[in-house]
């Protein structure tokens, strides 16, 4: 429950991060055995050589949902209880009632929380952050639990090889707290969508949610399909509109950016955005190689990893970016 003696504008931090990733590995080579393709070409397409696979017998978009968070609240130096408001991040959650956050919530303490899933494909995350900073700015909440969690590869038909190839399971967290200083925080976000193109990337749970003209495709019903080229053309042009937006809007340059904290969709897309922009390798972290494409989680991992090891200081800027399924897509500058 928000302090009821705070009041007013308020700085945001990111306090914690952590993560919450499966054991199992599952490599090109492992690909190799049960379909047509092979490392080079899947390396050569997309950047990935492995991807991390969650057991259905030991795994949950729960447990790793949940392990994240209590990493996060661990780094933080928090308890679940401090927490106002569980976001959870995800378009694979094990169910939709309950809520995967509202069990994430008890799972890790924080009652009476408000708890509920965000549901925006490979933009959860940082729609959520948006949702996260706007809460705390405003004096609704003071502590916030943000998640992009992900079990996509039991969405997978792995008869497919343009699409299974793809993405993997993981989770990443933060914990977004108030702070004195209000410079720090969302300086500008976006959080935007049009559904006119969902069919570009879509889960048909039964026949009458498949449009007339994917009628013949023979992925599984239940399992993820995508218009391959039509999303890379949207990807690469979001992605360059939305850096320039943001630059635009804040007054910033490019070099004036310390991190661009990027969804990992596919190593051609990230640097087709480093060309656009001028983003030098060292302000562009990429890591889809060893986790492929994790949708919502995959900003939060490249967050964790870049706090982790210093890169991040206190009043450096970031800017986050992200676009998927809906068609959706979500940024922000931010001073952390």
């Not at 190839?165 to 702070?179: E, K, Q, R, S």
């Amino acid at each position: 429950m928000t302090d009821p003696h705070f009041h007013g504008q308020a700085g945001v931090r990111i306090a914690g991060t952590g993560l919450g990733l499966p054991e199992g590995r599952l490599t090109n080579a492992d690909l190799e055995k049960i379909m047509d393709t092979s490392d080079e070409w899947i390396v050569q397409r997309t950047g990935i050589r492995e991807r991390r696979k969650a057991d259905p017998d030991q795994d949950s978009q729960l447990s790793m949902a949940t392990k994240a968070l209590d990493a996060a609240l661990s780094d933080a130096g928090m308890k679940g209880s401090d927490l106002d408001l569980v976001i959870n991040g995800t378009c694979s959650a094990d169910s939709t009632v309950p809520s995967g956050a509202c069990r994430v919530a008890a799972n890790v303490g924080a009652t009476p929380a408000g708890a509920f899933d965000l549901v925006a494909a490979c933009s959860s995350f940082v729609y959520a952050l948006n949702v996260a900073d706007t809460m705390v700015r405003s004096g609704r909440a003071k502590s916030v639990g943000v998640i992009g969690c992900e079990f996509l590869t039991r969405m997978m038909d792995y008869s497919d090889r343009r699409v299974s190839i793809l993405f993997g399971d993981g989770a990443g967290a933060a914990v977004v707290t108030a702070d004195e200083d209000t410079r720090r925080g969302c300086l500008w976000q976006m959080t935007e969508g049009d559904g006119r193109d969902w069919e570009k990337l879509y889960r048909p749970m039964d026949e009458s949610q498949i449009p007339e003209w994917d009628r013949e495709n023979p992925i599984q019903q239940g399992c993820i399909r995508m218009s391959g080229q039509d999303i890379y053309r949207f990807a690469v042009t979001k992605f360059g509109e939305v850096i320039a937006s943001g630059l635009e809007a804040t007054g910033l340059k490019s070099e004036d950016i310390s991190q661009f904290i990027c969804h990992q969709s596919n190593i051609r897309i990230l640097q087709k955005a480093m060309e656009r922009n001028e983003i030098p390798d060292e302000k562009l972290r990429i890591n889809i190689d060893r986790y492929g494409n994790t949708s919502a989680a995959s900003v939060p991992i490249i967050l964790h990893e870049l706090r982790s090891e210093g890169k991040l200081a206190a009043g450096d800027l970031a800017m986050f970016v992200a676009f998927g399924a809906g068609l959706t897509w979500a940024a922000n500058v931010w001073r952390v």
